[in-house]
């Protein structure tokens, strides 16, 4: 066939394609992101493509970028570990949380809603500027904030922060996190602000705030990549780390009983996977199930984003073993997450 007949068909397929609707390959977020990187939403399979995305230089909010603690390799050229659900997330990254080894990937680059993963850098600020024996003030605005909550912050009364990074971590508490930017920057709005030039700062270049709680009426987004960059520097934060591999907390509060019981949502916690060591879940309409988790065997130290997700658990428990396969470890017999979890 000639090439001018080769470029008629060409053309003529593409008007076709673009009559019917069909699907483009391609990722939200605008010029930050790299179509190169792009899957097929239903496949559930990471990029394997041989392309790495220009870095953006500028975050969403408009601050220059820093260099992002962790390199990511995104092409895709490395990937190890496959995986076909047959619901898959909107995006995920599972990847070695010390050396940035990417192991499997789907739409990493793609801009969600995050909800309460918004926690993880509310408590990177909170630790950063604060000591952990500081008392915070339980505010109105705090106690009337809307929901997960802490729920028994008493009014007016003094906590110390760290009990209030247990109640922000653990239940995800809603009242907590208000309560901590008071305590830290005086108002809400400025310390969203301080959250936005930390993101910049770590070259998270596709994350934005606008709140220090990741609440339903929050716009806060980011992306696969940006969170596992996040996650490694939150776990250097030794308090941090203690914190959210916590199953459950016992911690001093200034009410009845002088104490409250607290108890961790993250489903690698909750059912008692081999290692696991944290980190963050999250939840709202607009962003689904979300989580960021993470585990340790034997030295290695794997992490898993899973956002907008049917089976948190689940497909959370499946990355992992894969990825501890990938390194030649044993699978470890534990009962396994509950279908549906």
Not at 181 to 199: K, L, N, R
Not at 276 to 291: D, M, P, Q, R
Request: charged share 15%.
């Amino acid at each position: 066939m000639r090439a001018s007949s080769v470029g008629t068909v060409a053309v003529v397929l593409a008007v076709f394609a673009v009559v019917k609707g069909l699907p483009a390959l391609g990722l939200s977020g605008g010029s930050n992101t790299n179509a190169a990187h792009a899957n097929a939403a239903g496949s559930g399979h990471g990029g394997h493509t041989t392309a790495q995305p220009s870095r953006p230089t500028h975050s969403p909010a408009g601050l220059p970028l820093g260099q992002p603690p962790l390199d990511l390799d995104l092409s895709g050229k490395d990937d190890q570990v496959q995986a076909n659900f047959h619901h898959p997330p909107r995006a995920g990254l599972l990847f070695d949380l010390s050396t940035g080894r990417v192991l499997w990937q789907l739409n990493p680059l793609t801009h969600l809603h995050i909800a309460s993963l918004t926690k993880m850098m509310t408590a990177l600020r909170v630790v950063r500027t604060s000591s952990p024996d500081e008392d915070v003030l339980v505010t109105k605005q705090a106690v009337e904030a809307a929901g997960s909550k802490v729920g028994v912050l008493p009014l007016g009364k003094h906590v110390s922060l760290r009990t209030m990074l247990y109640g922000l971590l653990l239940p995800s508490g809603n009242d907590a996190a208000i309560a901590l930017a008071q305590h830290v920057s005086g108002s809400i709005g400025t310390f969203v602000a301080t959250m936005d030039t930390e993101a910049a700062r770590l070259g998270m270049g596709c994350t934005h705030y606008t709140s220090p709680s990741g609440y339903v009426n929050a716009s806060n987004y980011s992306c696969a990549a940006d969170l596992a960059e996040l996650a490694h520097v939150d776990l250097e934060q030794p308090l941090l780390a203690h914190i959210v591999r916590s199953a459950k907390a016992v911690v001093p509060l200034p009410i009845k009983g002088g104490k409250a019981y607290l108890y961790n949502n993250n489903p690698l916690l909750v059912y008692g996977y081999p290692g696991a060591s944290g980190l963050k879940t999250g939840f709202t309409e607009l962003a689904g199930n979300c989580l960021v988790g993470t585990a340790e065997r034997d030295g290695v130290r794997l992490g898993v984003v899973l956002l907008h997700s049917p089976e948190l658990g689940r497909q959370a428990e499946f990355l992992l073993n894969r990825g501890f396969e990938a390194y030649g470890q044993e699978p470890v017999k534990a009962p396994p997450v509950p279908s549906g979890r």
